[in-house]
């Protein structure tokens, strides 16, 4: 008889709420996908409680990583051992992964971005300027993967005023980038000669699906490249208006598998079926 292994490797997410990240529906498919006994699950975790949930992950030796979104990107990072360079730049992690008995932090978020530029679209990124809408989490991870990569210049636009200049502070001061900041007053309009055009709000993500980015539509030309982070509904109404004035998209879902998929090899040390991934968050969104 057979001696068997019951003992499954465990990751997740760390966040409040939770109930509904999608994320261990792509994970759990593309570990089934391999045959790999893990799985991925959400866990409700307040403020108040993230050092414990940190010291519970370090005590379990089967508890490989860990995904943390909202409001622990930047606490979590006081808890952790390492933080790799570019995680660091953001000054955020959304990725915690088990190194031998040490917990290191890493930022996932603009590497996903980036991946389904570079790959799914084609575009270097070198010498480009880009517009980014928002000044939170997804774009400080984006914004530093970009010019990291060699953006020519950056625009930040926010209405906030100080979450804003403190996000161009940063690119200004750690990046190569030319970095400026354009307060978000009405309906922003783009300026002539910008290649990414980037939605890194939450508007439009799902309940919202008929909201969009207050901004001149008019703006937007055919040599355009303009992105939204928002994963569901992939289609959004800031995409398909700058579908009809003849701008390649990129939609959030892209973004979402792979930087899943990045953690998925940083967890497992193998690589993630993309397109397994990617059919389950689509039949889970109903795309």
Known sequence: MSEANYMANIVGVFGDPVAENPTGVMQNAAFQALGLNWLY????????????????????????????????????????????????VIGAVNTVRREGDRLVGENTD???????????????????????????????????????AGARAITVVNRSEERGETLVRLLNAQTPAQATFVRWQGAYR????????I????????????????????????????????????????????????????????MLVYQGAIAFKMWTGQEASTEVMHRALAAEFGV
């Open 41 to 88: 699950l959400n866990f409700e975790v307040t403020a108040a409680n993230l050092a414990a949930a940190v010291q519970g992950m370090r005590a379990m030796n089967n508890f490989r990583g860990v995904n943390c979104t909202i409001p622990h990107k930047v606490a979590v990072i006081q808890h952790l051992d390492a933080i790799a360079a570019s995680a660091q």
């Open 190 to 197: 783009v300026p002539a000669g910008v290649d990414l055009l």
């Open 110 to 148: 603009g590497k996903g971005f980036m991946t389904a530029l570079t790959v799914d679209a084609g575009i270097d990124p070198a010498g480009k300027s880009a517009v980014v809408l928002g000044a939170g989490g997804a774009a400080r991870a984006i914004t530093v993967e970009l010019a990291l």
């Open 199 to 254: 939605n890194a709000t939450s508007i439009g993500l799902f309940p919202d699906v008929d909201a969009a980015p207050e901004i001149d539509y008019g703006s937007i030309t055919p040599g355009m490249v303009v992105c939204d982070v928002i994963p569901n509904p992939p289609r959004t109404p800031f995409l398909r208006q700058a579908a009809a004035r003849g701008a390649r998209t990129i939609d959030g879902l892209g």
